[in-house]
């Protein structure tokens, strides 16, 4: 019985460390992507390449800054995050509704980081701040709907994304910091009160 146990623990071990490498490795390739490399967006005269990735490194980034801007960040930290909980053991519940989530969580970031600036200095590099799939995205939601119901699309959307991925409830955030500054203001008060009837206890000097 124990054999079958170590044999898959020992696959979830390798599965985890093999998605891990691959999440660093584009993580590396997005911090240090250079415009001036050669991709199959661009051509560059000069020689070598700074991507700490290599060639593979400088097309990794380039294709994701590109379809999804700075919200590109996002697929490394997710396959991070999936290393570790595979590396730790943990029972790793893929559902279709989370890949969905996910998607909707890329795509609302995306479009709101391109709904008015196509473009922005980040890292030392100007990089498309939402990519082709922000950037449309926006661009199609304020055609129709207008600014603001494009926002109250988006932002919905993304927070809905969060509370599924990462089962976090804005109600009862909402709730407990409510309480919390109840019960600072109680505390306050209280505290208030108490001083104010030291003062009037205290005997007054001539």
Known sequence: MEQPDKQDK??????????????IFILIALLSFNSSDPSSNSYSSEAGVRNLGGRLGAQTADLFLMVFGIASYLIPCSFIYFAYRMLRFKELRWRLYKGIAFIGLLVSLSALFAFNIELTNFLGQRVPTGGAIGFKTSEL???YLGVSGALLLLIPMLAASLMVLSRFSFVLFADWWISVMQDKWTRFRQRRELNREIMEKEPKTA
């Open 10 to 23: 020992l696959k979830t071990e390798l599965k985890g460390m093999a998605i891990g490498v691959l999440g």
């Open 141 to 143: 939601l304020r055609k």
